[in-house]
């Protein structure tokens, strides 16, 4: 059963930190995995992402601010998000793709108040 299921947003004062994880079913343990965000009358874009072996890339606009990780043995992708802006307000999605099939988690709110 494919699982996608994110969790740990809120509502946070600029400077704030959050941490968000997506718990995810277990074969998608060795797959690239992303956080991805939408802030209202916005596209969709990349935050971060993080290859099966641990490489990371980032947005340019959260480099040094954001951090993704992940546990294999815990099924579960993380993204710590420090000195957040009002910028960083969304939703923000889990995702990865498996044999051409592309999958998102239903997204979890951040909104960072100025």
């Known amino acids: 059963q494919v699982r996608l299921v994110e969790s740990g947003g809120g509502l946070v004062q600029a400077g704030g930190s959050l941490r968000l994880s997506c718990a995810h079913s277990s074969f998608f343990s060795l797959n690239a995995m992303g956080w991805y965000r939408q802030a209202p009358g916005k596209q969709r874009e990349l935050v971060a992402g993080i290859e099966s072996g641990g490489n990371t890339n980032y947005a340019d606009s959260v480099l040094g601010r954001f951090t993704i990780s992940r546990d294999n043995a815990k099924n579960t992708m993380y993204l710590q998000m420090n000195s957040l802006k009002p910028e960083d307000t969304a939703v923000y999605y889990c995702?990865?793709?498996?044999?051409?099939?592309?999958?998102w988690g239903q997204g979890t709110q951040v909104t960072v108040s100025s």
């Open positions: 995702n990865t793709n498996l044999l051409g099939r592309t999958y």
